[in-house]
């Protein structure tokens, strides 16, 4: 189980001080594919990269299974960061190093003997489809495969939990349908809690069952993937499933005038 509780988050510049996150209050439950959706500048990345402490908030708590991150030390933090396994929207490998180099570099930082590595890497890239890409490099490889070593990579360490910050958003639609569905896939085998930022309502609709709406830094609105798009509360919810709604109805008329 993930429990966030009052966090908050501000960048200083020269001239003011920005609240990229406000007081925010959740709890995701431990197996859950949950979603966190908001437009553009809503305090998403934020909020994803406070979960692991690659941002540092200003106040308030995190608490990931047992541990409180917040509390840890940073050689602590550095142990608890095995088990939170981190997919980035622009890939983030190491063009140097192949698919299977690319994949083994998390268990070798971590320290692990070389018969773990090689056994460990050809499990994770047969999970990921990508066994017959393991000595290829990513300039080889179209964009879903990178996203899919970039899942392997975060899979490396056997993490408890999967934070996903627009992971399918340089991908095109059918690119981003596989690695949906290869996510859900590893929830089920696995058991592993997803937590996915994202903007796509897509995202949502086709693989997670919780989510949260961010505006301006704040929740404004949790629950399930269906209450949001039956019965949308907040200002930002409504957006969303308003532009969905006026480009269905305005293909059904561009149809039926198709049909005159």
Not at 204 to 209: D, F, G, P
Request: charged share 25%; proline share 3%; aromatic share 4%.
């Amino acid at each position: 189980m993930i429990v966030i509780r009052d966090l908050n988050k501000s960048y200083k510049t020269s001239k003011e001080s920005i609240q990229a996150l406000r007081d925010i209050n959740l709890t995701i439950q431990k197996g859950d594919i949950f979603g966190i959706i908001g437009f553009s500048g809503a305090g998403k990345s934020t909020l994803i990269r406070c979960l692991n402490r690659l941002e540092e908030p200003d106040s308030g708590s995190i608490r990931i299974g047992d541990s409180v991150l917040t509390d840890l030390s940073e050689r602590e933090l550095r142990q608890a960061r095995r088990k939170i396994g981190m997919i980035f929207q622009q890939f983030n490998l190491l063009d140097a190093k192949t698919v299977w180099q690319n994949v083994a570099f998390p268990l070798q930082v971590a320290g692990h003997p070389k018969t773990h590595i090689a056994s460990r890497v050809a499990q994770i890239l047969e999970l990921v489809g990508l066994s017959d890409k393991a000595g290829a490099y990513p300039a080889q490889l179209s964009g879903g495969q990178k996203q899919r070593v970039g899942i392997a990579r975060a899979l490396a360490n056997e993490p408890d939990v999967l934070l996903s910050d627009e992971a399918t958003s340089a991908l095109d639609p059918q690119t981003t349908y596989s690695i949906l569905e290869l996510l859900a896939d590893i929830n089920r085998q696995l058991g592993i809690t997803i937590v996915l930022i994202t903007h796509e309502l897509d995202v949502l609709s086709h693989v997670c069952r919780h989510m949260a709406v961010i505006e301006a830094g704040a929740i404004v609105e949790t629950g399930t993937v269906d209450q949001f798009f039956l019965n949308p509360q907040s200002d930002t919810a409504r957006r969303f499933v308003g532009i969905v709604d006026r480009y269905r109805q305005r293909r059904a008329m561009e149809g039926a005038g198709a049909g005159l």
